[in-house]
């Protein structure tokens, strides 16, 4: 999906394990999950080492996505999310204390984000983009 919309979505989360960021996604998207997300490129980060457990499906036989690891050090194999990661950036320097974040000033950077107008989407906005994704697979 993220190739398709290039959506963001926040989740404020305590402790960041592989477990929790497909959960809260697939919560949030239910069972239309499957059919948005594909597949996930991600990093070699400790949050991401249970591929097997990421993939598995809680509600049906099966997998509920293919994940991909890009390459140390190859940002390149990843330039949207690197593009995305610095819109986070303008809103939360490095060094941010996430403590003294509200949920609200986290809601304002997301909807900025996806309200912005991209080339890769033809000018459209990723929220835009979600919207059209979403109603193909309603």
Known sequence: ??????????????????????RTECRHHGKDFCKLFK???????????DCAGMEKSCRRKGKRTKLYYCHPYSAYERGSNEN????????????????????????????WINSYPRRVLGWRSADAAMRECLAQVA
């Open 1 to 22: 999906m993220q190739q398709l919309a290039h959506c963001l979505n926040v989740v404020r989360s305590e402790i960041v394990h592989d477990h929790n960021v497909t």
């Open 39 to 49: 597949s996930i490129t991600v990093d070699n980060g400790s949050e991401f080492a």
């Open 84 to 111: 995305m990661n610095r819109m986070i950036r303008w809103f939360f320097p490095k060094r941010t204390h996430f403590g003294e974040v509200t949920d609200k000033d986290i809601q304002r950077a997301e909807d």
